[in-house]
DNA sequence: GATCCTCTTTGATCTAGATCAATGAGGATC
DNA sequence: GATCCTCATTGATCTAGATCAAAGAGGATC
């Protein structure tokens, strides 16, 4: 079989790295490798949870919308993340690449009995998810509490910080200079704002020095600390 | 000893029901019921995660705030509910009792050490925390893209489903009449709203016969569809 | 290098919800 | 049953951010 998880870029990050080769031999069997052009759904809201998977390469955002089209996005997803939702039988939100991306998918089926026989693995699912909830509440306090300028801040940082391990000028954990992965109506629908506002407010921090913006993608943080004050209290 | 998980009143729907009777005396050994006031903290946000424990009694709010006093609530816990961060070192929300509750803690670190042990009980954690994701997501959805009126509705019909199991007048999985655990403020402090824009919302709905207001603690759904169309989309 | 196209910025105006300010409405306590 | 409380409602006004409407600003494609 071509799709070997032992030679897998992700191997050491996503969850299968709790498996031993024996083990990866016998989950390799249940998966296979499906590449996704950007903008194409892997999985839709509202569906049976058939299928879960692993972010080998790409990028991925989450989104649930209201009738009207009204759109939030709740989660990213980056390479050896985990997407879907086992041991349930809903997805309550749809996942699309943002980017030409691949995925390593399971059936839900195989997956939820494969993980049942093996601890370690659902350890490392549980840590996932913990991790995951986190930051999701997190970002309930930016979506209920703070306001234009706390939110576009709290988000940049919020980048770098992400970004980081990708690359290289940092500065204490932070990266200085980095592209965003996607565009501003984006960039909206992750902060709950519109397109025009998240415009203003990084045109606002631009002309106070905060940061530089070389090009629409990139954005480079000349004041990290000002940024940082900015973002949690508006100051 | 006297807090014998054998005659707890959560044993069935705690965590704990992945135990048979023999690891109940053991996981019996490492707890201790502990009693809170309402009002009383049992986790502080940014500390170390110390302890973690079962809701047996009450309801506690978890709680996320920025430096001038804005808050945010960003999840709910009754009876039955796992509260703490397993595996982890911060804990990143305040947890509060909203009534005079009881708990059943544990140290952190005995519990990461049981749960590793007994992977049925990590598998029901791990049921808990998928669900819980999904929940907060639904939220995200909420504070970032409803207007007030959505909130307020989408807000009465996820309290009348959470507290159906506990009561009887029920239609449809849903609860025609029942208490609000909290006051105004905190309605608010859910929704990311102030406690006037709440206060707005439920007497327009009062208004247009949707719901009754018997007393400021008690709602009764009056047209259930009604709300639920609101909830949607602001119809 | 002109013509599209898509995405972003900027400006003008509008409005949902916040803020400010009384007023009402239980419920303890004396 | 008067005096405090605390909490909820209602009203008047203000404002952050939405909405509406042009104008840039790259990149493709020809």
Sequence with gaps: MMNNCEQCVVKNKAICSALDSDELIAINRLSRKV?????????WE?????????????????TSSLEDGREQIIGLLYPSDFV???????????????????????????????????????????????????????????????????RVASFLLEMSERLADSSCSVVGGQLQLFALP????????ILGLTIETVSRQMTQLKKNDVIALPDHRNVQILDAGRLQDIADAGA
Tied chains: 1, 2.
């Design 84 to 150: 879907g939702r086992p041991f349930g039988d809903k997805n309550e939100y749809t996942v699309t690449a943002l980017a030409d991306s691949k995925v390593c998918v399971f059936s839900r089926a195989d997956f939820d009995q494969f993980v049942r026989d093996h601890p370690d693995l659902e350890h490392k699912l549980l840590q996932r998810t913990l991790t995951e909830l986190d930051r999701v509440r997190r970002s309930m306090l930016l979506l209920g509490r703070k306001t234009a300028a706390e």
């Design 46 to 62: 509202g569906d049976d949870s058939l299928i879960v998977a692993n972010v080998v390469e790409g990028a991925f955002k989450l």
């Design 182 to 189: 996607f565009g501003r109506q984006q960039v909206a629908d």
């Design 35 to 43: 590449s996704i052009k950007a903008g194409q759904a892997l999985i």
